[in-house]
């Protein structure tokens, strides 16, 4: 899958998880990757994700002087740890 940044990214992953609801195929658990993300990264890092979870972390990879993608891989493998467990 193709994105030129993340808000592009975290757009592509919630059209999906509705298209996915709308078929039935995940009962009504829209969006609920974005929404917990969003929310594990404002609690966590204390970052506003009122623009989305992609805005929020491109501005931080900014501050960082980091590439955004890095950044991500970064806190997905945290935040995966915490949700699954």
Known sequence: M???NLEELEALLAG???AFTQLGLVG???DTFNTAFGNWLAEQYELSTAGG???ALQEDAETRDVAPV?????RLNKF???WLS
């Open 70 to 74: 890095f950044l991500l891989a970064e």
């Open 53 to 55: 979870w992609g805005y």
């Open 28 to 30: 009504d658990r829209a």
């Open 2 to 4: 193709y994105f030129k």
């Open 80 to 82: 995966w740890n915490d």
């Open 16 to 18: 999906h998880a509705y």
